[in-house]
């Protein structure tokens, strides 16, 4: 030993030259960093894990097991990805890997959208910066562009998204334009056409005059936008079965009056709606400003409720209601004259009753242009029968052009615009509008600003009109479906599925209930045709239900498709070659060059990855639950999918096998920044996830993402990701300590349940306390809570509680100690599940730990299921029991803390608090502990009584007070305790009997150092 030192007489003791006792102490050793540097370190693991082939290995360990298949939502290959994609691959991820520790083969493979108006919108804009004109490239040439920007843009994001920490099959991903895929999608198609589902019709689609395409609901947002308004006077012609009073003989001196905000639609106009339900009445105008359009005398129908603001607009001084208008009674055959009747509109104008009309705003009267909305269209489609009894002509017009222009079906406006080509208003509104003045038809005009339909791509406004378009019929009942429609078995399924979060059930009931058949033709030219031809003067549609050769045919489509994809259909003589044989005359048959809706595309890939055993192996043999077996299908996006992905594929996959294609469908909200604002560049508020994963990690945004409730829209910005930043440095500190703690940890060493100390079994009772709840989270998707439970375990439990309590045994115990070997043993236990707990959220970081302490080339943290608790570690009486102690621990932490900051204390070892207890069962479960070690000073003192009144005392802890005391005896050089034993072993003069003690058994093993 060294030579030893004197510490002064009045400690009656002679020391040798001193000696470095920090040296001695089972401090923490680690390799594992306290400051992550993620940034570096995440590259580096995704190498590992391409070069071990985790994802294969994932695989191939649950080859046996269950599957769960998260089915991908393509995003659009046209850009870098943005905090939305992240949001959306890291709930994803989430689920697939603590599906996969859940015990099931959890199979994840990416896939991408690469048709549609996004990427060729992207083309089209190169073109123009050129100065080139699409029209004039041959049109398989521009698709190779698509193709070329798709495929670019697919790259790329993928690096983006297995950047995020995301495991999949990033190898093998689906895309919409593989070849195999374009043959899949036709398929489908044809399979549609084939059942008869599939129908060539007319009907008012909202139309993007600058994209001159047809868009679905989902491609459609609401602006604000200033439109002109009028009201129109529609001269009566006819009351049917008109009375005898004065009311009714009036009638047909009178006009009824329309408000629209769509001038430019009236030439459309070919009935008025009202409503049964709504009180009319005939009113006079009895003065007006001279020179006023509405004049003295003149008579309007009119909803009573609206009958005031009308004469307002229509500058009115002074009306007067004469009497009721009850449709009804009149026999409802009451017909008005055009409002330009002698203008080429010498039509009659039919009043029709419907429930889509409301007195809340206008005139209690709805304009009818059945080319021009989907109200006007169904009520005008649902009374063709008794239109044409009367002798009125039911036929559409198609009043409008692809490019906004008004036709030679609009009498006095042929070449007037709607829009312009960049989606600025036209003249069409002021062209009308001119003309009814000058007709004596208008009685006022003004402007609304309002919400109008806007396309998401372009900004720019759309307009409703009447096209030829290629539609799936909802309602068509279908033998192979028990003459069930389409509706009516998507309405069935969507009971069957499980909605995350249930109110996503009542959604997509309601989108399913209302909507109108399904408009799958676009006029564009980067897509999967409508591969159908069209006999011109029969319509039959081939392949179809009553074609022979229709097997054959929709063969030759798909084999070609497959083996060259869609440009075959678009190559000169394709029509020839399809039909060669197959019918006699194949000039007969038009060759239907639309192509299909993208979410017809995306709503297939269930078809083309699920069903294709060769190109995806991986999703081979799936038996879901729903035929029997116990396999699940997910599907996770945005709430917006509940009208996009979800809807497309529910009703692709009920149509063509009459069930749901997924058998779990959850939803996540939007990113908005700190303040819940929208994000834009212009608002310099757009977080990026490539600039926080370069700056702090991919974890740091994975940890943002668990934690927050993803139900709801979420927040981001640099505050918030600086707490998140903080929360995962305390979980990194933990696990850091822990593995320091286990470089002493042998296995030999460790302690069985029946022989550890009570605190140890408690931590044990915890764990089997977090098992359940872990496992049950994670099953429900609930990561927020996994978050917390995980944080507060981490932070209380442990580092605020077991761990600070058990540092004084960990590193000043003897080797051979029980209570130290215990916590080790403990320890190994908690960091375990811990970090396979954590594995699906903090990937990165939970793989770092777990190589830091099970070093291995070639396995993973992923590849661990969830630990299975045992049963055997539950202990409620230890649980009771130490309720109460932490308790008490709470006060007197609080007395202390007070002693601290009035200096009266350095550290908690200078006190040996007096602790008064007058609870008996709190008294009871601080008997028989280590008071000291609980609280972690050098000694304490229990008194069964009250307290006295200046005892420190806590509001929620009832019956227990605190008198701190300064500890009294000499403080031990090596654990700094201060006790009455220090320097009762001679040959360690400076320690306590306890470090003492150790400090033999450590230099008799040599492994002490001086």
Known sequence: ????????????????????????????????????????????????????????????????????????????????????????????DLVVKSQQMLGHDSNYVPGWDCHGLPIEWKIEEQYRAKGRNKDEVPVNEFRAECRAFAAKWLDVQREEFKRLGVIGDWEHPYSTMAFPAEATIANELMKFARSGQLYRGSKPVMWSVVEKTALAEAEVEYQDYQSDTIWVKFPIISVGESGDDPVSQKLLSSSVVIWTTTPWTIPGNRAISYSSKIAYGLYEVTAAPEGNWAKSGDTFVLADKLAADVMKAAKVESSERLGDVDFAKLGGAQICAHPLRGKGYDFDVPLLDGDHVTDDTGTGFVHTAPGHGADDYNIWTARQKSLRDRDIDTTIPFTVDADGVLTDQAPGFTGKRVLKENGDKGDANDAVIKALAEAGALIARGRLKHQYPHSWRSKKPVIFRNTPQWFIAMDRPLAAAGNKSLRETALEEIKRVEWVPAAGENRITGMIVNRPDWVVSRQRAWGVPITVFRNTETDEIIPGPGFAKSDELQKRIADAFAEKGADVWFEEGAKERFLDGLVDDPSAWEQVRDVLDVWFDSGSTHAFTMEDPVHFPGLANIHRASAGGHDRVMYLEGSDQHRGWFHSSLLESCGTRGHAPYDVVLTHGFVLDEKSAKMSKSAGNVTAPQDVMDKSGADILRLWVAASDYSDDLRIGPEILKTFSETYRKMRNTIRWMLGALSHFREEDRVELADMPELEKLMLHRLSEMG?????????????????????????????????????????????????????????????????????????????????????????????????????????AVDEKWDHIRKVRRVVTGALELERAAKRIGSSLEAAPVVYVDNADTLAALRDVDLAEAFITSGAELVSGSAPEDAFKLPDVAGVGVVPKRAEGRKCARSWRITDDVGSDPAYPDLSARDAAAMREIDAAGAGQG
């Open 1 to 92: 030993m060294a030579k030893q030192t004197g510490q002064g007489d009045n400690e009656g003791a002679t020391t040798t030259e001193a000696r470095d006792w920090s040296k001695t102490l089972y401090l923490p050793k680690t390799d594992f960093p306290m400051k992550a540097g993620l940034p570096k370190l995440e590259p580096r693991l995704l190498e590992r894990w391409e070069r071990i082939g985790l994802y294969d290995k994932l695989r191939a360990e649950a080859k046996e097991r269950h599957k769960f298949v998260l089915h991908d939502g393509p995003p659009y290959a046209n850009g870098n990805i943005h905090i939305g994609h992240a949001l959306n691959k890291i709930l994803k």
């Open 772 to 876: 359940p709840e872990v496992r049950t989270a994670y099953a429900e998707y609930d990561f927020r809570k996994v978050v917390y439970l995980l944080a507060q375990f981490l932070n209380t439990d442990l580092s605020a509680f077991y761990f600070d309590i058990r540092k004084d045994a960990l590193y000043c115990d003897a080797p051979s100690s029980m209570r130290r070997r215990a916590a080790l043993s403990v320890i190994d236990e908690i960091f375990k599940a811990t970090t396979l707990w954590l594995a699906p959220i903090l990937s990165f970081t939970a793989e770092e730990a777990w190589l830091e302490r099970y070093p291995s080339e070639d396995s993973s943290v992923h590849l661990q299921d969830f630990p299975l608790i045992s049963r055997l570690w539950r202990n409620e």
